[in-house]
T-cell receptor, first 115, second 111 residues
């Protein structure tokens, strides 16, 4: 299957700082990318859907000004957690779809810890 | 998308078949059944999907009932590496359609 990478795999930051997480499709062009968040012992929750070149669509309850998503190219989407707080500590996972195959390919996830 | 119901956990002996059930009684005619799994601290991994007919690939088999209200994922010879949370998801077959993850089934394969 297609490969999706995330960087960094793990990040620890201080409260109040911003953290950027990258999601890359390595061997295909991703017309749509999805960002999920997963708290311990819980399921994945969709945060937002982004299409290349357009604004992301956020799920209810997800603050768009706090979780900035940029999908500037067909192989890269970024999620920036602005002014991070301890409650933002979570496992962030992206997925990508090429718009042809009806599969979503998931990245390995980024574990964010906010102190 | 239709909601799915799965048992929260199951055990399976190594080498035996693991049969994971899923109920999706409100599935509509154009919705597919997808299965993903998530090994601890990793991203979900696609396993298989189907519409009406039973499907088989190198990882698993998917058995969908005739009325499509339920399905079973079969891992024919479970190994310890198959220990994971398995998610059954129903969605339309459009690449833009989001995946809605429920609680899944935590499968524990035991030696």
């Amino acid at each position: 299957g297609a490969v999706v990478s995330q960087h960094p795999s793990r990040v620890i930051c201080k409260s109040g700082t911003s953290v950027k997480i990258e999601c890359r499709s390595l061997d295909f062009q991703a017309t749509t990318m999805f960002w999920y968040r997963q708290f311990p012992k819980q399921s994945l929750m969709l945060m937002a859907t982004s299409n290349e070149g357009s604004k992301a669509t956020y799920e209810q309850g997800v603050e768009k000004d706090k979780f900035l998503i940029n999908h500037a190219s067909l192989t890269l989407s970024t999620l920036t957690v602005t002014s991070a707080h301890p409650e933002d500590s979570s496992f962030y996972i992206c997925s990508a779809s090429d718009g042809v195959e009806n599969e979503q390919f998931f990245g390995p996830g980024t574990r964010l810890t906010v102190l | 998308d239709a909601k799915t119901t799965q048992p929260p956990s199951m055990d399976c002996a190594e080498g035996r078949a693991a049969n994971l059930p899923c109920n999706h009684s409100t599935i509509s005619g154009n919705e597919y059944v997808y299965w993903y799994r998530q090994i601890h601290s990793q991203g979900p991994q696609y396993i298989i999907h189907g519409l009406k007919n039973n499907e088989t690939n190198e990882m698993a088999s998917l058995i969908i009932t005739e009325d499509r209200k339920s399905s079973t994922l079969i891992l024919p010879h479970a190994t310890l590496r198959d220990t994971a949370v398995y998610y059954c998801i129903v969605r339309g077959n459009n690449a833009g359609n989001m995946l809605t993850f429920g609680g899944g089934t935590r499968l524990m394969v035991k030696p």
